[in-house]
């Protein structure tokens, strides 16, 4: 089955330094990916989306994020996290075909201390 | 713009008590979706709706039903209310499967 991993549950940094999240999917055919931001209290938020061409896509709030086919990777990455940051970040991916449920992994919580 | 609209947003419910969630959406999507959340354990798909009067089952369907009467709304609802339920619950629509979803603000339900 179609599987969603982010390995850091918790990650804690301070204001200005740099940001990479992992995010790993099981599927080997053509994905769909999106992270999603949920500030505390809010309801989730895209940040970013991959269909196809450039595999560097860049988001809102100065978020990147790569996708390494060959690794089944997209990480999240961001040059200097700020305090306005803190938030839990979730990776997504649906297959590219048919209608296929969007899997999500089991989120990373991100607090950035000023 | 209101976008994706849930009510309630918090709700306490005893076991064994029914409620149904509520929730809107104004930007003509085809898709809207049931999703609870939990620690720990990310987002996970209930029902969902390809279409008015149509629904299906997600990744866990127990002890939920939906229905999809109208295009703009897309309601759940708790037959028999378990303490397993307690969950913060979204709501989300999307054009087409491949776009991005759109969340409402979520419901608080707590069962006692």
């Known amino acids: 089955a179609q599987s969603v991993s982010q390995h850091n549950h918790h990650v804690i940094l301070s204001e200005a330094a740099s940001l990479e999240l992992g995010c790993n999917y099981s599927?080997?055919?053509?994905?769909?990916l999106f992270w999603y931001v949920q500030y505390p209290g809010q309801h989730l938020q895209l940040l970013l989306k991959?269909?196809?061409?450039?595999?560097l896509v860049k988001g809102i709030k100065g978020f990147e994020a790569e996708f390494i086919k060959s690794k089944f990777s997209f990480n999240l990455r961001k040059p200097s996290v700020q305090w306005s940051d803190t938030a839990e970040y979730f990776c997504?991916?649906?297959?590219?075909?048919?209608?296929?449920?969007?899997?999500f992994g089991t989120g990373t919580r991100l607090l950035v201390s000023p | 713009n209101a976008g994706v609209t849930q009510t309630p947003k918090f709700r306490v419910l005893k076991t064994g008590q029914s409620m149904t969630l509520l929730c809107a959406q104004d930007?003509?999507?085809?898709?809207m979706y049931w999703y609870r959340q939990d620690p720990g354990m990310g987002l996970r798909l209930i029902h969902y709706?390809?279409?008015?009067?149509?629904?299906a089952k997600g990744e866990v369907p127990d002890g939920y039903n939906v229905s999809r009467l109208k295009k703009q709304n897309f309601l759940l609802g708790l037959e028999s209310a378990a303490p397993s339920q307690t969950s913060v619950y979204f709501c989300?629509?999307?054009?087409?499967?491949?776009?991005?979803?759109?969340f409402g603000d979520g419901t608080r339900l707590s069962i006692l």
């Open positions: 989300a629509s999307s054009h087409r499967v491949e776009q991005p979803q759109h």
């Open positions: 599927y080997g055919g053509t994905v769909n």
């Open positions: 991959y269909f196809s061409g450039d595999p």
């Open positions: 997504a991916v649906n297959l590219n075909t048919g209608f296929q449920k969007l899997v």
């Open positions: 930007m003509n999507h085809e898709y």
């Open positions: 709706s390809v279409g008015e009067g149509t629904t």
